[in-house]
């Protein structure tokens, strides 16, 4: 397929990288598996835009960019609604939209979520790195030179043209995920909660918990109050495997929710948030408030096949199941 310029960066925001489903299969060398923090929103706006769900997108925090259309482009823009513009007129959100040659896409303010993806008909045409596209900033590889984007940056799609009759597609909005100032995260115990007494436990699910700014990537920290392990026990364990939505309870006795970022901790986990909450974890931005609900292995189980029933039904709905 012929590689064309499909967009240009005038602005970058706050945080703009290049992510896809993420990098699996190297944590025994350190590597995480960085990705799309909300992995939802980013295979429901590939799926709007013609793209197998796994493309990469642009991942947007917060604030949002600038970019100018080079060509004829199909786009979607899912998660967080950052109020986004074409031209300064308002874009509808988890819905396909054409950017003529020229357009500006533009964001005005967060309205609610953290971030938003920007999906490309024709996905972004960077080279896979141990699999994936996905940027890791903290080690400087994958998605554009390892880096976020900055301005002057140009993007590439492949054979983008072809994907702009995709422009009548949406999602069902009764689908779409509500990103509320105040979420409920279910939680399945273990591996190290029988280091926490049981009040510790009941604190745990029955507190409320604001995300602290010393949130990113890597994980979200959370205020509110201690979460003490048992008396006697050493501040930390030996490290061991984490995975996203491990929730780490370390000296200071705050709870940090691990996401993709990292593979190893050294802190003792009190819970792991479901697969099928995840996402929620990823919108969460400071201020925010956390609740946590214990549910069984079959709940979560139950869950996750909901969304992923509902994933193949839009799927079959667009024509690509």
């Known amino acids: 397929m012929a590689s064309v310029k499909a967009l240009e960066i005038l602005a970058p925001g706050a945080l703009t990288t290049v992510q896809d489903r993420g990098r699996f299969g190297f944590g025994q060398?350190?590597?995480?598996?960085?990705?799309?923090?909300?992995?939802?929103?980013?295979?429901?706006?590939?799926?709007?835009?013609?793209?197998?769900?796994?493309?990469?997108?642009?991942?947007?925090?917060?604030?949002?960019?600038?970019?100018?259309?080079?060509?004829?482009?199909?786009?979607?823009i899912t998660g967080a609604d950052l109020q986004p513009m074409i031209n300064n007129t308002p874009l509808g959100m988890w819905r396909t939209h054409l950017l003529r040659k020229d357009d500006l896409l533009s964001f005005k303010a967060p309205r609610s979520g953290c971030r938003a993806y920007l999906a490309v008909g024709g996905g972004i045409n960077i080279p896979d790195i141990m699999g994936s596209k996905s940027t890791n900033i903290a080690a400087g590889f994958g998605g554009l030179e390892g880096r976020p984007l900055r301005k002057g940056d140009v993007l590439y799609s492949d054979s983008p043209a072809r994907y702009l009759n995709t422009k009548s597609r949406s999602f069902n909005s009764a689908n779409t995920p509500l990103y509320a100032k105040e979420q409920r995260l279910r939680v399945i115990f273990g591996p190290q909660d029988n280091h926490f007494p049981t009040q510790a436990k009941e604190i745990f699910l029955n507190s409320a918990f604001k995300v602290t700014p010393q949130s990113d990537r890597t994980g979200i920290r959370l205020g509110g109050p201690r979460i003490e392990a048992e008396k006697g026990l050493k501040e930390s364990i030996i490290s061991e495997g984490v995975v996203p939505g491990t929730i780490q309870i370390p000296g200071d006795a705050q709870p940090i929710i691990i996401l993709g970022e990292t593979v190893t901790g050294?802190?003792?986990?009190?819970?792991?948030?479901?697969?099928?909450?995840?996402?929620?974890?990823?919108?969460?931005?400071?201020?925010?408030?956390?609740?946590?609900?214990?549910?069984?292995?079959?709940?979560?189980?139950?869950?996750?096949?909901?969304?992923?029933?509902?994933?193949?039904?839009?799927?079959?709905?667009?024509?690509?199941?």
Do not use: W
């Open 29 to 76: 060398y350190g590597v995480p598996p960085s990705g799309a923090v909300d992995r939802f929103s980013l295979r429901v706006g590939n799926l709007l835009v013609g793209n197998r769900e796994d493309e990469a997108c642009l991942e947007i925090t917060v604030i949002g960019p600038k970019i100018i259309a080079l060509t004829d482009t199909a786009i979607a």
């Open 266 to 321: 050294g802190y003792r986990k009190i819970a792991t948030v479901i697969s099928a909450d995840l996402h929620l974890v990823g919108q969460l931005k400071p201020g925010d408030t956390v609740h946590f609900c214990s549910v069984s292995l079959d709940k979560a189980y139950r869950a996750v096949r909901e969304m992923e029933e509902m994933i193949q039904r839009f799927k079959k709905e667009v024509g690509t199941a």
